[in-house]
């Protein structure tokens, strides 16, 4: 009998770790024998139609609920959050698809909210609107986004550059992984093509990054890695080296089930009595 030794030291030890994870509400499955691995400077791109367990997902990771069973690793060590804050004190940031922004507050405000700076002391003690002005600016250029004025309300932004403030936040407090819920879901293709950008700046920053979506085109262009959810179970999990483009999109759209689909709406031949003529298969 071998005596267990330490981990190899040339060995990547992921940052987010799921082993066979799943999670039940009752007597509902959410999930069920879910596995992924997050890696500095990786992005990984979990896809699934609605109802596949990408929401469920993103709570565990994000510390909003704890799974029941398998095994959630943080940098190695098994670990059960107990809340976002708890997440993000240890460097997980999930930036989700309604941003929770508060409208009418400039950018630079919202850019520190729930982490304002202050200074002074009681009972002179004031957030410091100077410096939070100043580093909104200049860690918003740093990640390439040229803001017109950081005074303005982030509600004046377009979608596309909300997300990309919170993604710029999120490298700014530290954190070490980014979870993006369907950032690219309600954008056209050009402001998509905006945040897939700075999705990639996180990755280059050393950031390992979650990618939810339900675009393969988008995933795709990104992606490292790619795990398909289907009704709460693993339907797949793909290095980009593995598949194709193509082979990605057929797995998501549901392979044989939309194969099958096809047949059943191709349509019907008209009866030669009411003027039809045989339809011939187009091979």
């Not at 410096?131 to 509600?155: K, N």
């Not at 795990?227 to 080296?241: E, N, Y």
Request: charged share 25%.
């Amino acid at each position: 009998m071998t005596t267990p030794t330490a981990a190899d030291p040339g060995e990547r030890v992921p940052l987010v770790e799921l082993d066979d994870v799943s999670k039940y509400y009752g007597n509902v499955r959410a999930l069920e024998g879910v596995s992924l691995s997050v890696h500095p400077g990786e992005i990984t791109c979990v896809l699934g139609d609605n109802g596949a367990g990408k929401s469920t997902l993103i709570k565990i990771i994000a510390g909003l609920h704890q799974h029941d069973a398998g095994a959630f690793r943080l940098s190695g060590e098994e670990t059960k959050l107990s809340s976002p804050r708890e997440a993000l004190d240890l460097g997980i940031a999930t930036v989700y698809q309604d941003l929770s922004v508060v409208p009418l507050m400039p950018v630079w405000r919202n850019f520190f909210l729930g982490s304002e700076p202050v200074k002074g002391t009681w009972p002179l003690k004031r957030m410091d609107v100077n410096l939070m002005r100043e580093t909104t600016r200049s860690e918003l250029a740093r990640m390439g986004i040229d803001l017109r004025d950081v005074d303005q309300p982030i509600g004046t932004l377009s979608g596309g550059e909300r997300q990309c403030v919170a993604i710029a936040r999120a490298v700014y407090l530290g954190a070490k992984v980014l979870v993006l819920d369907e950032p690219t879901a309600a954008l056209g293709v050009k402001q998509s093509g905006v945040v897939l950008k700075y999705v990639a700046a996180a990755r280059d920053a050393g950031l390992g990054v979650v990618l939810i979506t339900h675009n393969p085109h988008h995933a795709y262009l990104v992606g490292d890695h790619f795990v398909l959810l289907k009704r709460g179970t693993m339907a797949g999990s793909h290095p980009k080296t593995g598949i194709s483009l193509d082979e990605l999109t057929r797995q998501m759209a549901g392979g044989s089930e939309l194969e099958e689909l096809s047949h059943e709406l191709r349509r019907a031949p008209v009866p030669d009595h009411l003027g039809g003529h045989p339809v011939k298969d187009a091979d």
